[in-house]
């Protein structure tokens, strides 16, 4: 492609901005529009996949030890559990850290203890995380069978209900995304169309005259692409002012929920957006112009 035609190119798309300048915004604003519920929606879907990968990081295999269990033991069964394929982290809870733990649940109802006396009735333990959630149910029966455990346990009922749960919110946001996206195409292309609905006439005369399909195309995708990557600018300024308000009011309240950061996050939601606004922008045009090439 020479240099003149590439300035023609560009000359004609800013000429149809220009002169459309009703429909250049309508589309702009069409654009920013689906985009922002597509950046929401994607946001949501990244912040819930992180909240499932946290809940099953957080799943773990409690390991009970008889009372006849020596120091010694103890250290055995940590040495072996920690040698163990998966295991990241080993925690050992001896009989007062874990009455303490219980009496901070209790809260208020501590005086129940009293009952109890001086004796305290529960094992020390360790608590097992894993790499992976799939291991669990692989490594609980091999725990069980180490000396002096009394019993190895991770909840299997909630576990699996859990990893139901978080497929069930990885599937749902994929898909979501994905229709989000394919609606905001229809809805750009749509709007695309009536710009090139509005030139039909110069579209067929430069048909008749000789103009090959893409000498024609070219202006009305870049046309697209700008729109399109306007649209997306004006989309990620506000999806960012957004995100970042809600994630200090939500920190201020819910410091315990595991929200990702803005950084890196927004840029790569931000470059996300510039080549879908963009790509959409042209895929748009050139879906628009089919109709009107067929002379």
């Known amino acids: 492609m020479r240099f003149s035609t590439k ?117 020390n333990s360790f608590e097992v995380q894993v790499d992976n959630p799939d291991r669990i149910k692989v490594l609980t029966p091999q725990i069980g069978q180490l000396p002096k455990v009394e019993t190895a346990k991770f909840g299997q009922e909630v576990v699996e209900h859990l990893f139901q749960l978080t497929k069930i919110l990885r599937l749902g946001g994929i898909v979501l995304v994905v229709f989000l996206a394919m609606a905001t195409l229809f809805i750009i292309s749509n709007t695309i169309r009536l710009t090139v609905f509005a030139r039909r006439k110069e579209v067929i005369i430069m048909k008749y005259v000789g103009a090959t399909d893409w000498f024609i195309r070219w202006p009305f995708l870049l046309e697209g692409m700008t729109l399109g990557f306007f649209g997306a600018v004006v989309a990620f300024v506000l999806i960012n002012s957004i995100y970042a308000s809600l994630l200090d009011r939500i920190h201020a309240t819910l410091a315990f929920l595991p929200l990702l950061p803005t950084s890196p996050l927004l840029l790569y939601v931000d470059l996300f957006l510039l080549a879908a606004g963009t790509g959409i922008g042209a895929l748009g045009s050139y879906i628009s112009l089919r109709k009107f090439l067929r002379v």
Do not use: C, H, W
């Open 7 to 123: 300035q023609y190119f560009i000359k004609e798309t800013y000429k149809s901005i220009r002169r459309n300048g009703f429909m250049s915004f309508a589309s702009i604003s069409t654009v920013a529009v689906s985009l922002l519920v597509l950046g929401m929606f994607l946001m949501i879907f990244l912040n819930t996949n992180n909240l499932a990968q946290y809940l099953e990081n957080q799943v773990q295999i409690s390991v009970y030890m008889q009372d006849s269990a020596t120091d010694k033991e103890l250290a055995s069964v940590k040495d072996k559990l920690t040698k163990m394929p998966g295991v990241v982290k080993v925690t050992q809870v001896n009989k007062q850290q874990a009455l303490e733990r219980f009496k901070k649940r209790l809260g208020d109802q501590e005086q129940l203890l009293n009952s109890l006396g001086k004796e305290n009735p529960f094992p």
